[in-house]
């Protein structure tokens, strides 16, 4: 399994908006640090830094605006004279009362237009480690064999994560949808549909907005139910795409305290449904906020649970992008991701 990883998260640290309080991010360069020496430590393959983005393939996610709003708004913000390190936004075109496609000149105007949540801002380093975590994910998805089975797989160790990012919105701790330009990449690079299958605590609401009008993306999502959970307003189980895209989403919301019985069943279930659906390559939204020690979600997954959900996982046979995504008990971060990774792995390698 190739491992691509970018220094460049580094100088992305910014605050966010948790309960009424502005705090250091629980999304923080301490996360990648500790995912990559233990997949250092793991021996799983090859680590490399990525190739150069490709801005087309970005610009073919995301909209072009919305890219060129992520390169150049601390600039601006910087120029406006303001003390904050971090630019974020405190107004929101909010349900039914906004004028559509009025998109507003100012830059303040702008980070509400662009964003869904406060929970994260635009600090000096975001833009260069968002465009390398990006870059992570489409040199991993460039790695493997779209003739192969799960043997062929590569880990893209991407931070800021991406899931969240939708077509020209950032929250949630993600900027640009890492996941969804890998199998976009892997589309271009000719798979006639790619299984997107996201196992974070949160449902993959940017995932879903990108790709929810699409019949060559099978998204699947496992998350805590929205009517309890952050993002709050999708992930309902009674969303399945729309037009073309019809039948192509599918969410399995779950209850607090999940725990891997319970978790497995429901992924068991979710995979089955791809199998159904004909694809030829897998990228997972690799989250695991599902631990049970997660400071910020409530499932309860245990540390030598993780192996278990990487094998289910190279079941599906198919060559895999395995994308980083939350987890933020920093501790056990490590661990947990290179457990999946190891599942991941022996599996595949024992079905050849
Ligand atoms: C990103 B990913 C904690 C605030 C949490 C939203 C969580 C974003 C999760 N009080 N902010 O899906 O892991
Ligand atoms: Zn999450």
């Known amino acids: 399994m190739l491992i691509v990883s970018s220094d460049a998260h580094r100088a992305h640290h910014a605050v966010e908006l948790d309960t009424g309080e502005l705090i250091p991010s629980w999304e923080h360069p301490g996360r990648a640090d500790a995912v990559s020496a233990a997949v250092a430590g793991a021996d799983l393959g090859t680590m490399v830094g990525p190739d150069p983005l490709d801005r087309s393939l970005v610009d073919r996610v995301h909209d072009p605006v919305y890219v060129e709003f992520l390169e150049t708004a601390h600039e601006r913000w910087v120029a406006e004279g303001h003390r904050a390190p971090g630019a974020m936004g405190f107004a929101w075109p909010a349900r039914g009362a906004a004028s559509p496609d009025r998109r507003p000149d100012d830059l303040l105007g702008q980070l509400g237009w662009h964003s869904f949540a406060a929970d994260c801002s635009i600090v000096a380093g975001t833009w260069a480690a968002a465009a390398d975590a990006a870059a992570c994910a489409q040199t991993a998805a460039d790695a493997v064999d779209l003739a192969a089975g799960a043997e062929s797989s590569a880990f893209a160790l991407c931070r800021p994560p991406g899931h969240h990012a939708g077509v020209d919105t950032f929250g949630g701790y993600c900027y640009l949808n890492n996941a969804a330009i890998a199998a976009q990449r892997l589309l271009d690079r000719g798979a006639t549909r790619v299984a997107l299958v996201d196992v974070d605590f949160h449902h993959g609401n940017g995932t879903q907005e990108l790709f929810s009008d ?139």
Do not use: K, M, Q
Request: charge should be negative; aromatic fraction near 10%.
């Open 214 to 352: 699409r019949d060559d993306v099978a998204f699947c999502s496992i998350h805590g139910d929205p009517t309890w959970a952050f993002p709050w307003f999708s992930g309902h189980a009674g969303e399945t795409g729309v037009g073309a895209g019809e039948g192509f989403t599918l969410n399995l919301p779950l209850d607090r305290g999940a725990t891997l019985e319970v978790w497995l069943d429901a992924l068991g279930g979710g995979l089955d449904w791809v199998r159904g659906h004909g694809c030829d390559a897998l990228v997972v939204s690799l989250g695991v906020d599902t631990f049970e020690g997660d400071p910020i979600s409530e499932f309860a997954l245990g540390t030598d649970d993780f192996p278990a959900v990487g094998a289910a996982l190279a079941g599906l046979g198919l060559p895999t992008v395995l994308v980083l995504e939350g987890g933020y008990a920093t501790d056990e971060l490590g661990a947990n991701v290179a457990g999946v990774l190891t599942g991941f792995a022996t599996t595949a390698a024992a079905s050849i």
